[in-house]
Nanobody, 123 residues
Framework: VQLQAFGGGLVQAGGSLRLSCAASGSIFSINAMGWFRQAPGKEREFVAVISWAGTFIYYGDSVKGRFTISRDNAKNTMYLQMNSLKPEDTAVYHC?????????????????WGQGTLVTVSS
């Protein structure tokens, strides 16, 4: 499975961005997709995950109420709508895929990683 992330950039605090992640290859082998982020000098942080059917969605505490994850199965694409962005949201955002949304929350269930896309939020 190959994952390609798009949509990062520079935005002012309070603004919005939408990230996309397109999956290709043996996508029949995955049941969930999600986002993680890593800021400079910090550990990787879970952001959000969604099951293939969209029946299980979970967010990290730091983004709840501001970020929305969704997917378009016809396009094999996942999205992350990020609103009310804060400088502390600045990070490289990585898309990920696995067989279980619940285990992906801890990172242990991630089987595939995409390249990152940089999000920079200025104050």
């Amino acid at each position: 499975v190959q994952l390609q992330a798009f949509g990062g950039g520079l935005v002012q605090a309070g603004g919005s961005l939408r990230l996309s992640c397109a999956a290709s290859g043996s996508i029949f082998s995955i049941n969930a997709m999600g986002w993680f982020r890593q800021a400079p000098g910090k550990e990787r942080e879970f952001v959000a995950v969604i099951s293939w059917a969209g029946t299980f969605i979970y967010y990290g505490d730091s983004v709840k109420g501001r970020f929305t994850i969704s997917r378009d199965n016809a396009k094999n694409t996942m999205y992350l709508q990020m609103n009310s962005l804060k400088p502390e949201d600045t990070a490289v955002y990585h898309c990920a895929a696995g067989t279980s949304a619940r285990t992906m929350v801890t990172g242990t269930g991630v089987q595939y990683w995409g390249q990152g896309t940089l999000v920079t939020v200025s104050s």
